[in-house]
């Protein structure tokens, strides 16, 4: 119950009293209100420093203090869906004095993490786990007799994913005492219906309603077939009243007992609601809440999806701080591209799942709208979809985050690749990313790639090439993967027009005699540093562009392997499997015996931290080539 008539606490600063959830419990609602203020003030003050999640953050602020005060967390497990709405969340649960190094090298997470608090109940980055993660843990509860709850908070926008819906239809096949919370940013409605649901939400979960509803089923049940008929009468009739005030069938269509919409930000509202789910159902339940997304900074919620992840910027204007200039990004260059081609080729078609902005095809929409599709959170649907225009005789190109093309392996190979369709996925965000960290960090494309038949994998090292790329997979005729990294290019002068490059093709950089530098991608210039390195020191190191990992230039790569003493492959990406792999095989295939090592990132999770750190610490900087090349041909000296 919530303590309406306790005396407040001091109204400054109660967020720095707060230790833990417990000392939620005993505030009272205007207290709880404060408190609000104080979490929005304080992310919005560290995250114009920081970067990060602002709008989804700022949205839940409420939610996540009502969440705390009603369920007794980290007991009750609580579940946040992709996780960049946690920011609330790490501060009522003992992390304010290291909230400051939010998504800093070394410091808190951006998103949930295990290692950080035991109120992180999993680690998420990707969207639409909550539901499926929420079903398996309230199942081991029952099981194991337990009567804690179990809560997934997942948003309007998961809420899309398939994998959303495969929970939801099995969690209410079993039954299961799963609450969850749709978190809806979207939706719109009128402050009158906004009251009535709200009302109507809070009173139809009660105690007293729950057991005169249960009462009335026990006794007309007792009459048999008759008693049955008029049961489902009612049943009928009570959704067709909740379907005229809500938007709840859906989810009652899946056996959850759906309430809402509620307001968000209405502290009282949610407390009420959200005790009596937790007091009164049984079985799955859904609680509908309408948030603001940015709600208390006013140019997070006129433009929320500006504010949705944003680097530092200054609170008052809403502007971004200066920053050194930069050529334009892999994923501008990329769009731009894109718009170009397909201005010339009416084929050329551009889909992306929920990432216009973030993958550089919101130009495309603009000059292209009748070819471009943004599909959702659904990145199983976006590649068979690809492949169904393919079919058709179009070239689709399909934009998308490495790490979250993992999630449609299955679709690239059996839908794609199998049928030899030409559908062009441009891997953005391939290699570490920064401060998203590991959920983020798209360091397994190459391995779980290069084994799939029919799939030519290009790897630009600079922006230039990156077009010509472009323009090469799409005219390919057959399935080709771009992989090229996140933030600014190299600065180099664009080709007026693009053109066709020779399929698995090479290119010699530098000549040399003791070494093979073999970088791949964003490591060429590096690796050509390196190079001017070694040659002070004595060394003289070959380089060669490999521009194709698939199909490799097997003759001009084992050539100059022969032509030297050692070869030291370097990638943006795991060694096990990686192109590093690759290399050894194809040396040995071809009966090159030469010593290799090869650079990239060992079989662990790599951190949060600005790409150019952990470059450095993984030995992937022109300095860390250099020394590792001078330390391997000193073990493999000659004679």
């Known amino acids: 119950m919530l303590l309406v008539d306790k005396e407040p606490l001091v109204r400054k600063k109660l967020l720095q009293g707060i230790r833990s959830p417990q000392d ?13 203020t104080e979490l929005r003030d304080t992310i919005i003050a560290t995250v114009a420093e920081t970067g990060g999640h602002l709008a989804p953050s700022l949205g839940v602020v409420e939610l996540t203090l009502a969440l705390h005060y009603v369920f007794d967390t980290p007991n009750d497990k609580l579940i946040w869906d992709v996780g960049h709405q946690a920011y609330a969340h790490k501060l009522l649960t003992g992390r304010q004095q290291q909230f400051h190094t939010l998504r800093q090298h070394g410091g808190l997470s951006g998103f949930p993490k295990r290692a950080e608090s035991e109120y992180d109940t999993i680690e998420t980055g990707h969207s639409s786990t909550s539901i499926s993660f929420g079903l398996g843990l309230a199942t081991a509860k029952r099981i194991k007799k337990t009567p804690d709850k179990v809560v997934a908070v997942i948003g309007d926008g998961s809420m899309t994913a398939g994998l959303a819906f495969e929970g939801l239809n099995h969690a209410g096949d079993l039954d299961e005492d799963l609450i969850v919370i749709l978190n809806d940013n979207e939706m719109s409605i009128s402050e009158n219906v906004g009251a009535l649901s709200s009302f109507m939400s809070r009173k139809l979960t009660g105690k007293t309603i729950r057991r005169l509803r249960d009462h009335i089923e026990d006794r007309l049940l007792a009459l048999s077939t008759v008693g049955e008929n008029i049961l489902n009468l009612l049943r009928k009739s009570e959704e067709s009243m909740k379907a005229f005030f809500t938007p709840g069938m859906l989810f009652e269509a899946f056996k959850f007992k759906y309430v809402g919409p509620i307001p968000g930000h209405e502290l009282e509202d949610l407390i009420a609601t959200l005790s009596n789910v937790r007091d009164h159902n049984h079985g799955p339940v859904l609680v509908h809440v309408i948030t603001t997304k940015g709600k208390g900074y006013e140019h997070a919620e006129r433009n929320p999806g500006s504010y949705h992840g944003v680097g530092p910027f200054d609170i008052e204007s809403g502007k ?42 919101a130009s495309f929409c603009t000059s292209h709208c009748n070819r ?15 492949a169904g225009l393919a079919l058709e005789g179009m070239r689709p190109c399909f934009a998308v985050y490495s790490s979250f093309m ?5 679709q690239l ?25 590991p959920t983020h960090h798209g360091v397994f494309d190459l391995a779980f790639l290069r084994y799939v038949p029919n799939l030519t994998i290009m790897m630009p090292k600079d922006e230039n090439e990156l077009r010509h790329m472009l323009y090469t997979a799409l005219n390919l005729g057959s399935p080709a993967a771009l992989r090229y990294p996140r933030g600014s290019g190299e600065g180099v002068n664009l080709d007026e027009d693009l053109h066709y490059l020779p399929l698995g093709k090479a290119e010699l950089l530098r000549e040399g005699t003791d070494i093979l530098l073999l970088p791949a991608g964003n490591r060429v210039y590096p690796a050509l540093q390196a190079a001017e390195l070694l040659a002070e020191q004595g060394i003289s190191a070959a380089v060669i ?37 690759a290399i050894l095989q194809l040396l040995q295939e071809h009966a090159v015996y030469v010593p290799v090592k090869t650079l990239g990132y060992g079989d662990s999770f790599i951190d949060q931290g600005p790409q150019s750190v952990l470059w450095r610490q993984a030995g992937l900087d022109k300095a860390g080539i250099a020394s590792n090349a001078v330390s391997f041909l000193h073990q493999h000296r000659r004679g």
């Open 545 to 581: 562009n490999p521009r194709f990992l698939k199909p490799l230039d097997a003759s001009l790569i084992c050539a100059w392997a022969s032509k030297t003493r050692a070869v030291l492959t370097i990638e943006d990406g795991t060694v096990l499997g990686g192109f590093g792999s």
């Open 372 to 386: 471009f599709f943004d599909v959702g959170i659904a990145e199983q649907h976006g590649l068979t979809f690809a």
């Open 320 to 361: 971004a701080k200066p920053s050194r200039p930069a050529p334009p990004s892999y994923t501008k260059i990329f769009g731009e591209t894109l718009c170009r081609i397909a201005s010339e080729d009416p084929r050329v078609v551009g889909i992306t799942a929920a990432m216009p902005d973030g993958t550089g095809l």
């Open 413 to 437: 190979i059996h839908d794609v690749c199998l049928p030899n369709l030409p559908v062009t996925i441009a891997l953005d965000r391939s290699g570490v990313v920064g401060a998203d960290g």
């Open 406 to 410: 993992q999630r449609a392996l299955d």
């Open 24 to 36: 939620l419990r005993g505030l009272n609602l205007a207290d709880l209100e404060d408190l609000a």
